[in-house]
């Protein structure tokens, strides 16, 4: 009889095919089944995130309630970026815990859940070309990783300590789980990595030259691929060749994420961001010109260690210069591990807060001005979502939401909608179709 496996996932796309992957292994070689049911489940598994303070309390809390509800002999794993962070230190502050997998070792898993006590959190252990099993959450779309790691060391930041340094898969390998996912019937690719666009920059075995723009060439050509997404870019790599790859390749989904962090020149050096104010506004506007349908996402820190009044206006005037189409915008949180929480002059708390509130205001406005014009607007969207009451989601090719009346008939495929009613999180419309 097989044995039954509950996870959870928290943290970004990484961690989803994290995720991913490790069903595939526990399926193939261990007869697990997935389970929604966590009181049913044999192997309860939490797949975690460090990025910020929030997310690793609540590792902490959600293994406690698992503690207290889960079925007698039941093992619990501890996997992802907390896991490489904190190690070992998880079994003294949760006893309980079965084993801990880092980020980069999920190809261990098998032996993880054989081994009692096991820890695996090794940042820099050679995963790129382990051939895992396939299992996918989506029919519709696939997620495929296309580095593992980062190099960049943004002075905030944990990842390059939960992940390691930056490593391209072999080209081969992503051509073919491109091929196997276009005949499964998904017509969505989504290649995810920290730091998509430099790509090919490192293999770990000899390897032929190729950049990330050769990459999307060679993926669109795959048939059967109607649309390519991928996330995240680095504005320092936004090449003129990358920009014009992107806005003259049909299959390349006009949505670009530009992770700005700060609109002021300074706070990004000491942020070793690797870009000016000047920069970043030259790439995001040069973008907009090839590419007037692009909708641009970004992610903002505020409040880093040192950060006045006047840095932040920039910022402030970055945001209504680019006017993205969303914004993640985060309280600078300090990480272990990174130079900036040794930084002496951490911003007050309250004026954190501030920075925020306002920043996110102003983006409502901005966000407002942008939904009201799409009204009337004609997209081809690709559902892939039942929703309440009668409700099919999809994405428009420059990544709005869009929702329509419908059935499960609408599944899978590009239809055309004439947007009706436009709101922030979701642009209701009708369709233009029959199928
Ligand atoms: N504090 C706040 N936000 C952070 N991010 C990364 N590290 C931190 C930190 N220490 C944000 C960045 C990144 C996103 C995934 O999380 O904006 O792009
Ligand atoms: Fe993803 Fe970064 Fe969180 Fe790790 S720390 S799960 S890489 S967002």
Redesign the pocket.
């Known amino acids: 009889m097989s044995k039954k496996l509950f996870i959870q996932t928290l943290g970004?796309a990484m961690n989803v095919r994290d995720s991913e992957h490790i069903i595939a292994e526990l399926k193939d070689k261990e007869n697990y089944e997935l389970t929604q049911n966590m009181g049913e489940a044999d192997l309860i598994l939490i797949n975690t995130c460090s990025?910020?303070e929030k997310p690793v309390h609540k590792l902490f809390s959600e293994v406690g309630a698992f503690e207290k509800a889960k079925k007698k002999g039941a093992k619990i794993g501890v996997c992802g970026c907390t896991a490489s962070h904190l190690g070992d230190e998880i079994f003294k502050k949760a006893p309980y815990v079965d084993f801990v997998l880092g980020a980069r070792n999920v190809s261990k898993i098998t032996t993880a859940v054989n081994t009692p006590k096991f820890v695996s959190t090794d940042i820099n252990y050679d995963e790129s070309d382990y051939a895992f099993g396939e299992f996918r959450g989506s029919a519709f779309k696939s997620y495929i990783n296309i580095s593992i790691g980062c190099d960049k060391k943004c002075t905030?930041?944990?990842v390059p300590h939960t992940r390691g340094d930056e490593i391209s898969i072999p080209l081969n390998l992503l051509l073919n789980e491109a091929k196997k996912a276009t005949s499964r019937g998904a017509k969505e690719l989504f290649l995810l990595g920290q730091n998509v666009n430099n790509y090919g920059k490192r293999f770990s075995s000899s390897h032929e030259k190729v950049d990330f723009s050769d990459l999307l060439n060679r993926l669109s050509e795959i048939e059967g691929v109607e649309r390519i997404r991928f996330t995240?870019p680095h504005p320092l790599h936004m090449d003129d060749k990358f920009l014009e790859v992107f806005a003259n390749n049909p299959k390349i989904c006009k949505s670009m994420h530009m992770?700005l962090?700060s609109g002021n020149t300074k706070v990004l050096r000491e942020m070793k961001r690797g870009y000016t104010k000047e920069w970043f506004l030259n790439r995001a506007l040069k973008l907009r010109e090839l590419c007037p349908d692009v909708s641009i996402s970004t992610?903002?820190?505020v409040a880093f260690p040192g950060e006045s009044d006047s840095e932040f206006e920039d910022t402030m005037d970055v945001l209504e210069k680019v006017r993205f189409e969303q914004v993640?915008s985060?309280?600078?949180?300090?990480?272990p591990l990174?130079p900036?929480a040794e930084f002496k002059n951490q911003v007050d708390e309250k004026v954190a807060s501030e920075r925020l509130t306002r920043l996110q205001s102003r983006h409502n406005e901005i966000l407002d001005e942008i939904v009201a014009k799409q009204n009337g607007k004609i997209f081809d969207v690709y559902f892939e979502e039942l929703r309440a009451n009668g409700g099919v989601a999809g994405r428009s090719f420059n990544n709005f939401l869009v929702q329509v009346q419908g059935s499960e008939e609408l599944l899978g495929k590009t239809l055309k909608v004439r947007v009706n009613n436009p709101k922030r999180m979701v642009l209701y419309g009708e369709l233009l179709e029959k199928i």
């Open positions: 970004c990025v910020r905030y930041c944990i995240s992770p962090q992610d903002i820190i993640f985060f309280k600078y949180s300090p990480r990174t900036a």
